[in-house]
């Protein structure tokens, strides 16, 4: 999807390019202003503008630098209304006046620049297939949660994520109805998560979910709301026009700041095989003594952990 929203970003940034050097030919050779560069929200009614009020993807509007766009794009257009109308009125152009224009151009300039080597960023550190977060970010995004759960701030919580039987439904309809399997529940989860979380691949069907500003209490309950819904919504239609549903397994632990990052990932992880133990398609907490009889009812079946 932010693959999407780049191109959508290369073609504003195109009409924007489009816009500046009609303009300038406009005062350059002296030919008539048009009506939408001399109205007061210009800035709304150029293509670059429609796209940017009414087009561009939420994921977008997240961003940075697209809020901070606004204020110099209206700015641009302010100083070039202007420009017209003294044109119109065959008065001269104050040099100060341009050079504001050539400044608030540049600065334009430079916030698509940023925009569009965020989101590069952003592409660069996600998941080719599923388009979640890599798990290169995942530790510095975590050790960043612990320190606020260790000076009291707030705490947080962590879901990892596994869906259940992807292995069938591969062998069943193929790889790449898995994959948009993947792709799918992906794209659920993010929808259903608050603004501010996010999710990372952590490796084959696995994901984890850093869960900030939340106990445990509520984390079981965002991570059972958003099980039930997996289970209700098919992602994938087959070739015969089958709905193919799929389920996730949770295993939910605290992001403990008394111990490293690492352990509080095992202990999700633990409470996560619990879960496909106990059945599947549920949320399965963290608990000490459940975690060791599980470990010690493999070991007595001379296995390390079930199958996934």
Request: glycine fraction near 6%.
């Amino acid at each position: 999807m932010l693959r999407d929203t780049l191109q959508q970003l290369q073609q504003a940034t195109h009409d924007h390019r489009e816009w500046h050097e009609q303009f300038l030919r406009t005062i350059v050779c002296g030919l008539p202003s048009r009506q939408d560069d001399l109205a007061t929200d210009a800035h709304e009614r150029c293509r670059f503008g429609r796209w940017y009020y009414v087009e561009a993807p939420a994921e977008l509007r997240e961003l940075p630098a697209f809020a901070e766009m606004e204020a110099q794009h209206a700015l641009l257009h302010r100083i070039a209304a202007a420009m017209a109308r003294r044109q119109a009125a065959r008065q001269p152009i104050p040099p100060d006046e341009y050079q504001q224009f050539v400044v608030a151009e540049e600065a334009v300039r430079r916030e698509l620049g940023s925009l569009r080597h965020e989101i590069q960023d952003i592409l660069r550190s996600t998941d080719p297939l599923t388009g979640a977060f890599g798990r290169a970010r995942l530790l510095p995004e975590l050790r960043g949660w612990r320190e606020l759960a260790a000076h009291d701030v707030q705490p947080c919580c962590i879901a990892f994520m596994d869906v259940d039987h992807l292995k069938s439904i591969n062998d069943v309809h193929g790889h790449t109805v898995g994959d948009r399997v993947l792709c799918g529940l992906v794209e659920y989860v993010t929808r259903h998560l608050r603004r501010y979380d996010k999710i990372f691949r952590y490796g084959g069907d696995e994901f984890l979910l850093p869960l900030p500003a939340t106990d445990l209490q509520q984390a079981e309950h965002l991570a059972e709301r958003i099980r039930a819904g997996i289970a209700d919504v098919p992602f994938v239609v087959s070739a015969d026009g089958q709905p193919i549903h799929a389920t996730a397994s949770f295993g939910i632990a605290v992001l403990d700041p008394d111990i490293s990052v690492e352990e509080s990932i095992d202990r999700a992880d633990r409470a996560l095989l619990q879960a496909k133990t106990t059945g599947r398609n549920r949320v399965v907490t963290w608990d000490p003594g459940i975690s060791t009889g599980t470990m010690l009812a493999w070991r007595h079946e001379g296995t390390t952990e079930p199958g996934r």
